[in-house]
């Protein structure tokens, strides 16, 4: 057995002297393709096989025959084939390519919620974006993308809100939140969000819109918002703004100009001359939020409140708060930001919407619309056996109308979700409980038309042209002014609606 023990060794060595770089080779296919660098593997110590002492020397041939025996015994030691099975746990010996691959994003747990406070929880990965997470939602619910949902972010204590741009990291968002701070993320509709590309005219008027340099002839709307997304052109946007002074109550109308590289105000009344201009905000490090209730938290002079918030801010002493004169002021001090700051990413994000994992389309049915009733051909309800009572009050289950809320909370709705022209919602009205009031948007500012009821040989009728055209129910007058003008400013095309994840 011994005998056969040392053969065996014999052999293993006299192949390991043959061919040395068999051993590396294996040894290099245990490790993979590590680094070059990683210390290489302690060798197996020296096979020394035991020989028992010799009795008596047997003559010259006997001691040759030992020394020959020895010497392939005592042969070079052999690397270790196998050195992942003793080599130390801080030492890279297998690739990562020898083992499964596994998702390393961490999962964290958020909350979202909608316009009337409910609210859902997602575990999402530390990469998804607002679009993702808008598009979960959908998909959860089955409503229908249109692309107008929104993620938005609001923070409650200092009354600011804004949109939380498609592209951007939801984590990232949540990681400048305080810990004691009652922030929210709000998942509702924005008509508005991209609206800018479509309807340039309504976003930049001429009086708050130069140009650095000289430019032949007028400039339209569509040639300005190019040279927004251009990096080499810009137009500047200028005007009289209150800017509340810094550490005080006290708010201050000043004469402001937006630039490429930041916004800026003059000295002295309306001056360009670089001598007259200071530096007021960068881009860069801070988001521009609307002001929720900037007249009571702020004291501000007007409702049309904005502001830059640094994304590590230590309190509202921070906050570099801003009021504009008008709503479309407004709205166009904060859509020239927004493609300052972005430039071409936003309009990425408006010609490539993200269309979801399971092929969601817009044709799927959203649970909002089973309630509604369409009309016949003779402009009647299908359901004829429905009585006039129920025509009148059938109504309360679409998601255009909202009963008993004030015409501020109408507006208010209205221009969360986007002050885009035939943006509409129906209410109950407060002055006389019998009628209705159809709320809408054109223009960048807010109409209400009064829905008057009107009885005709004992039915009663609702209409808005003193009863030249009259309707049985709302549904019928809704559904005739989305296909038709009439005595709108505009056909209605967006509601708004109160949804519940």
Known sequence: MTTSLQDGQSAVGRAAARDPPLAAQVCGAAQGRGDARDPAPAPWPPVRAFVPPADAPRGAAADRRKKKDLDVLEMPSIPNPFPELCCSPFTSVLSAGLFPKTNSRKKQ???????????????????????DVCQLLILKNHYIDDHSWTLFEHLPHIGLERTIEDHELVIEVLSNWGMEEENKLYFRKNYAKYEFFKNPMYFFPEHMVSFATETNGEISPTQILQ?????????????????????????????????RSGLYFSTKGTSKEPRHLQFFSEFGNSDIYMSL???????????????????KAGGPRDLKMLCAEEEQSRTCWVTAIRLLKYGMQLYQNYMHPYQGRSGCSSQSISPMKKGCLRLGTHGSPTASSQSSTTNMAIHRSQPWFHHKISRDEAQRLIIQQGLVDGVFLVRDSQSNPKTFVLSMSHGQKIKHFQIIPVEDEGEMFHTLDDGHTRFTDLIQLVEFYQLNKGVLPCKLKHYCARITL
Not at 112 to 129: H, K, M, Q
Not at 295 to 308: I, L, M, Q, R, V
Request: hydrophobic residues 30%.
């Open 109 to 131: 747990v958020i909350k979202v919620y909608s316009e009337d406070e409910t609210s859902r929880a997602l575990e999402v990965p530390s990469d998804i974006t607002a679009r």
């Open 293 to 311: 209730a900037g007249k009571k938290k702020h004291g501000a002079p007007t409702n049309y409140g904005f502001c830059f918030k640094p994304h």
């Open 227 to 259: 040279m927004f997304l251009s990096s080499s052109t810009y137009p500047e946007i200028h005007g009289f703004l209150h800017a509340k002074e810094q550490g005080k109550k006290s708010w201050k109308k000043i004469y402001f100009l937006l630039r």
